[in-house]
């Protein structure tokens, strides 16, 4: 079996595993109230990590280049309120006209 | 740099993404409102699929294996961490740690939803498969309840947008390029922040984002990627002893 192969099914079986994990061990139970008011904020953290390190990290390096400009771009779309669609076109294409220029 | 844009950007009543998600009462939504939530970012993730696509075959990764690799693990950012590790002549164990690690974050986020899903254990193991961090957030209905239909709706259409999407690139990726110079990169930031946008409810939400990517920003150079982001989770823990306040 190639290399690739290997990673395909390793990496989806423990994927579904891990996604499964809390569904299979505690679906359907309300969660205890403490841990609901922590459960809330999760995803604020999560996303806000999502956009640290999808922006600024290249492996273990913190880079600011187009990706970063590209977020700024976004941001300000999105504080003149564009639909979803509009921000995410409008960074990429940020993006790539600093890469065209070579900035 | 970023959190402060992170933060400027979660401006407080953003039209499109909170009032998407008005937090009905949890029942009242249906399945194809979580198809319509989400529709816009099907468009991203099938753009994504795309790319996917072109970097597996780049990475060496057949065809049917990268359609394979969609349909089974339906994680964008492990896909393509696996692909480049690969690419780069990485070792197969390296490909495998670097995908799983970037998917532990699955394990709080599947904690999170599991109030949400009842049934047989085969349908939640099944149900739990939708998860991703798009259909997640707009799910979220406040004070960390998540609707089982909307999850569903928005699960099932972004699964099949990165699936048809990932198709595609295999299919004509040839034809596109690099798809860094399309800035394709930097979208999927952007994405995450309209997603934060939506998400910045209360007070105690912005300081569980900023916080939450200062965790993930000062680890970038210490740890391997995709720990970051599961310690950033951590972040949630300002909100013990809050007792969960609705929104």
Redesign the interface.
Same mark, same amino acid.
């Given at each position: 079996m190639? %290399? @690739?192969?290997?990673? /395909?099914i390793?990496?989806?079986l423990?994927?579904?595993a !891990?996604?499964?994990?809390? &569904? #299979? #061990?505690?679906?359907?139970?309300?969660?205890p109230? $403490?841990? *609901?008011?922590?459960?809330? +904020? +999760?995803? &604020? %953290?999560? #996303? =806000?990590?999502? !956009?640290?390190?999808? *922006?600024?990290?290249s492996?273990?390096? !913190?880079v600011?280049d @187009?990706?970063? =400009?590209?977020?700024? *771009?976004? =941001?300000i779309a #999105? $504080?003149l309120? *564009? &639909? !979803? +669609?509009v921000?995410? /076109?409008?960074?990429?294409?940020? @993006?790539?006209?600093l890469? @065209?220029i070579g900035a | 740099m970023a959190i402060r844009i992170a933060a400027a950007g979660g401006a407080r009543h953003h039209p499109t993404l909170v009032d998407a998600a008005a937090p009905l009462p949890a029942g009242r939504h249906r399945v194809v409102d979580g198809v319509r939530r989400v529709a816009p970012l099907a468009v991203a993730v099938a753009a994504f699929g795309v790319t996917f696509g072109v970097l597996a075959q780049k990475a060496g990764i057949g065809s049917f294996a990268a359609l394979v690799f969609s349909a089974a693990t339906f994680a964008g950012s492990a896909q393509f961490a696996a692909a480049s590790v690969l690419s780069a002549g990485g070792t197969t164990a390296a490909a495998i740690l670097a995908a799983v690690l970037l998917n532990a974050r699955y394990l709080p986020i599947g904690l999170s939803v599991a109030p949400a899903l009842h049934g047989p254990w085969w349908q939640r193991l099944l149900r739990a498969q939708v998860v991703v961090d798009e259909s997640w957030a707009v799910s979220h209905i406040g004070g960390g309840r998540y609707d089982r239909r909307l999850l569903l709706g928005a699960g099932a259409t972004l699964y099949c947008a990165w699936v048809a999407g990932t198709a595609a690139g295999v299919a004509f990726g040839s034809l596109l390029g690099d798809p860094a110079k399309l800035g394709l990169d930097a979208a999927f930031p952007a994405l995450f922040l309209a997603l934060l946008a939506g998400q910045l409810r209360d007070r105690r939400a912005v300081v569980a984002a900023l916080l939450g990517g200062a965790i993930a920003l000062v680890l970038i150079p210490f740890v391997p990627p995709g720990i970051p982001i599961v310690a950033a989770s951590a972040a949630c823990l300002i909100g013990l002893g809050s007792r969960g306040a609705a929104s």
């Open positions: 190639s %290399a @690739a192969w290997i990673v /395909v390793v990496v989806s423990a994927t579904i !891990i996604k499964g994990a809390g &569904p #299979l #061990l505690a679906g359907g139970r309300e969660l109230r $403490a841990v *609901a008011g922590v459960v809330s +904020l +999760l995803a &604020p %953290a999560v #996303l =806000a990590a999502l !956009i640290v390190t999808n *922006a600024l990290a492996g273990r390096h !913190i600011i @187009a990706r970063a =400009a590209g977020v700024a *771009a976004a =941001a #999105l $504080a309120r *564009a &639909p !979803i +669609l921000v995410v /076109v409008v960074a990429a294409a940020a @993006a790539a006209l890469r @065209a | -």
